[in-house]
């Protein structure tokens, strides 16, 4: 069974352009979340999509958005890009759409995303 | 802000001995606790999930839960020198307006040394 998948690995960009990062979860999870992590904050809540609505959404200005498609792949967006932007961008898929439950996530290896 | 606090270490243990890792949490309504583990240049993968007080066992790994003090721990037994990772603590809870956010803490690396 196929794991997460996040496109692409790696990736450079400079201030003030945009980047677009894939996420395909595990055939059946719809519910896709998205995740900072840098060094010193660890990981952080972007956002969480379930059959293309999004339930849940962190404390990240509007620069960041996401969607999710009606096969549950996900995309998020950066426009704007900040050099503080640089980070590792994980995706990760859930199959349970209970909340309490959601917690349980599989995750990809993770978008490495440097801004210069 | 809902806060997920763990101490970061590091954690030295050596192996064979029992590893103890704490986290407490801030939002008294929290109702799902998870840890994760994360090996250095990997994703984390999740290990143990608790829902109500009291321990929860999985083969070396028990999850202890204690709502009224906020306090969530994660033993492992016979420690081996492959647990040496980060492991994260990771709280659901209401992020307002009837949403809800799988809050991590920063993590507590553990060095088991052979």
């Known amino acids: 069974k196929a794991g997460v998948t996040q496109t692409p690995r790696y990736l450079i960009k400079t201030r003030g352009q945009q980047v677009t990062l894939s996420c395909s979860p595990i055939s059946g999870h719809r519910s896709v979340s998205w995740y900072q992590q840098t060094p010193g904050q660890g990981l952080q809540f972007l956002f969480e999509?379930?059959?293309?609505?999004?339930?849940n959404k962190g404390n990240f200005p509007g620069r960041f958005s996401g969607r999710q498609f009606s096969n549950s792949r996900s995309e998020m967006n950066v426009s704007t890009l900040e050099l503080g932007d640089s980070a590792l961008y994980l995706c990760?898929?859930?199959?349970?759409?209970?909340?309490?439950?959601?917690?349980?996530?599989?995750f990809g290896e993770g978008s490495r995303l440097t801004v210069l | 802000q809902k806060e997920v606090e763990q101490n970061s270490g590091p954690l030295s243990v050596p192996e064979g001995a029992i590893a103890s890792l704490n986290c407490t949490y801030s939002d008294r309504v929290s109702q799902s606790f998870f840890w994760y583990r994360q090996y250095s240049g990997k994703s984390p993968e999740l290990i143990m999930s608790?829902?109500?007080?009291g321990d929860k066992e999985d083969g070396r790994f028990t999850a202890q839960l204690n709502k009224a003090s906020q306090y969530v721990s994660l033993l492992i037994r016979d420690s081996q020198p492959s647990d040496s990772a980060t492991y994260l603590c990771?709280?659901?809870?209401?992020?307002?307006?009837?949403?809800?956010?799988?809050?991590f803490g920063k993590g507590t690396k553990l060095s088991v040394i052979p």
């Open positions: 608790i829902y109500s007080n």
């Open positions: 990771a709280v659901i809870g209401a992020s307002g307006a009837g949403s809800y956010q799988l809050t």
């Open positions: 999509y379930f059959s293309e609505t999004q339930r």
């Open positions: 990760a898929s859930s199959l349970s759409g209970d909340y309490l439950l959601s917690g349980e996530l599989f």
